[in-house]
């Protein structure tokens, strides 16, 4: 069974830094890209980025690139998203997922991020 | 970044038929089709389809995904109250490099 288990999420100011993780099991984690995808509270869905089975491409979003930073480590099975500059328009739950001929496929449960002061 | 059109709202009968659409151009939905995912309310979402309309195991074969150019359909026949739920498209575009998603569509069966 795919799990997928997001954590570092929490209340940081604005401008500040965060860093998330997402652990991944009951799966080949090599064998998928990877995603990143938030939901702002009471809003649809939001793609982040993702990155490619070897870590070797990543893409992301106009809205956070040259902000956040999609990265993964193959040999713990673990799936990050370090976050600076952070506004309050990053408030947002956001989720890790496998991602094949899909935006994302297998889902975690989220990790809420808010950014406030 | 440009997004696809979902209409905000389908209303319809209990075992009635709720078609939902997903307009998106030539560099996204009619590029490589669009992705159905579906979310109950403080839940995750669920794949439905993928962008090549597999259905994963598990998802009901009430439910069908079909393209017509740059318009990508998702059909749920026999609604059940299980149905309601919100409903959301994403297609890979090609010029941005991104995926996009639509608004999402809030389904109310009757």
């Known amino acids: 069974e795919v799990q997928l288990v997001e954590s570092g999420g929490g209340l940081v100011q604005p401008g500040g830094s965060l860093r998330l993780s997402c652990a991944a099991s009951?799966?080949?984690?090599?064998?998928?890209?990877m995603s990143w995808v938030r939901q702002a509270p009471g809003k649809g869905l939001e793609w982040v980025g993702n990155?490619?089975?070897?870590?070797?491409?990543?893409y992301h979003a106009g809205s956070v690139k040259g902000r956040f930073t999609i990265s993964r480590d193959n040999t713990e099975n673990s799936l990050y998203l370090q976050m600076n500059s952070l506004t309050a328009e990053d408030t947002a739950v956001y989720y890790c997922?496998?991602?094949?001929?899909?935006?994302?496929?297998?889902w975690g449960q989220g990790t809420l991020v808010t950014v406030s002061s | 970044q440009a997004g696809l059109t979902q209409p905000p709202s389908v209303s319809k009968g209990l075992r009635q038929t709720a078609t939902f659409t997903c307009t998106g151009n030539?560099?996204?939905?009619?590029?490589?089709?669009a992705a159905w995912l579906q979310q109950y309310q403080g839940h995750p979402p669920k794949l439905l389809f993928d962008?090549?309309?597999n259905r994963p195991s598990g998802i009901s074969e009430r439910l069908s995904a079909s393209r017509s150019g740059n318009i990508a359909s998702l059909t749920i026949t026999g609604l059940q109250p299980e149905d309601e739920a919100d409903y959301y498209c994403?297609?890979?575009?090609?010029?941005?490099?991104?995926?996009?998603f639509g608004g999402g569509t809030k389904l109310t069966v009757l």
């Open positions: 997922a496998t991602s094949k001929a899909s935006p994302a496929s297998d």
């Open positions: 009951g799966f080949t984690f090599t064998d998928y890209w």
């Open positions: 990155i490619r089975q070897d870590g070797g491409a990543t």
């Open positions: 030539s560099n996204n939905v009619g590029y490589e089709g």
């Open positions: 962008r090549d309309h």
């Open positions: 994403s297609a890979w575009d090609r010029t941005l490099s991104a995926w996009v």
